[in-house]
């Protein structure tokens, strides 16, 4: 069987389930006036704070407060803060393997991914030593987890075969139409009625046998209407509804009742259309191999990140509803 390594450059990179290089616009450091600080979670040897998981929490809480009002809001908040310290205690566990591995990132790098961030127009600090680190740690947490994943991952042409084959609507082609139209603007916010009445002179010199592209070219407001009206080939879900609607069920050289649109008063005529066809499989193969690759890097993921679980040492001391409760306590190790 022929097997297809992802350890080139040239195909996707892992999409690490984490925002990467993003710095956040983290508050002042919570002071012991505003926030009595305490230990949530001690992950091996290592502690998360209670202000770390509200920095953690800042954007999502903010737009939380901004979507959701009376009883709900607390109740989403607390599910937010629970996820917030997940993701912390995942990250740290990720750090720390970095650590035993003894994966480092070079000032460099850190400084080169700064300077791309700066010229993406990112806000931050570059002499805040919380954002250097941040960076830093997103650079370590690429790197680690392309070592652990991105390099352990092959897929075969008869993964890729049948993942096309149970997915074939994935890569269709939708039905095409080639279409012509005569269409009236009204002149003014009063002017439908008028351009109600071209359109049914229009249609009147349809039936009598007139051509469709010589009613055009005569009456027609549109920009083609000196080429008969011709829109050309459009896909299927590419028409404004009003218009889909109209058309979906016209043979070819069929002719639309009038319709009024946002667009103004229209005919439309069905010229030509093609069915809905299917990309072949030697066509859509490398958007295949992609698809695949990134649906093994995650269930990898996931399960990398499970073991690392397994493997620590977690104290969990983070009760939501009352910060003055019994901690509820946690823990795992093997």
């Known amino acids: 069987m022929n097997r297809v390594s992802h350890r080139s450059d040239r195909l996707v990179r892992f999409k690490l ?155 269709a082609v939708p039905e095409e139409y080639q279409l012509s139209q005569i269409i009236f603007h009204p002149r003014s916010s009063d002017g439908l009625a008028e351009a109600l009445t071209k359109a049914r002179r229009a249609m009147d010199d349809l039936k009598r046998g007139e051509k469709f592209e010589d009613v055009a070219m005569q009456h027609s407001d549109g920009a083609n209407a000196l080429q008969g009206g011709r829109l050309g080939w459009v896909r299927q879900g590419e028409l404004i509804p009003v218009i889909e609607q109209a058309v979906a069920h016209l043979v070819q050289g069929g002719i639309s009742e009038i319709i009024e649109s946002p667009e103004g008063v229209q005919i439309i005529r069905m010229d030509d259309r093609r069915p809905k066809q299917f990309r072949r499989y030697e066509d859509a193969r490398r958007e295949i191999q992609e698809l695949v690759y990134q649906q093994k890097s995650d269930a990898m993921y996931q399960s990398w990140l499970a073991d690392l679980k397994n493997k620590a040492y977690i104290e969990i001391k983070f009760d939501q509803a009352a910060e003055k409760s019994q901690p509820q306590s946690v823990r795992s190790a093997q």
Do not use: C
């Open 17 to 171: 389930p984490l925002v990467l290089l993003v710095i956040w616009s983290w508050p002042p450091a919570f002071s012991a006036a505003h926030l009595q600080d305490r230990i949530v979670a001690v992950v091996n040897s290592e502690l998360i704070m209670l202000s770390d998981v509200k920095r953690e929490l800042e954007i999502e809480q903010e737009r939380l407060s901004r979507e959701h009002r009376g009883n709900d809001l607390p109740l989403r908040l607390k599910t937010a803060e629970y996820m917030a310290l997940t993701k912390l205690i995942e990250r740290r566990l990720q750090l720390q393997e970095a650590k035993a591995k003894k994966v480092e990132v070079s000032d460099l790098e850190v400084k080169q991914a700064l300077e791309q961030m700066q010229r993406q127009g990112r806000l931050f600090d570059i002499a805040n030593a919380n954002h250097v680190q941040t960076v830093r740690d997103q650079l370590l947490l690429m790197r680690v987890v392309d070592m652990h994943i991105r390099g352990n991952i092959t897929v075969g042409d008869s993964e890729l075969k049948r993942f096309y084959q149970e997915h074939r609507d994935r890569f």
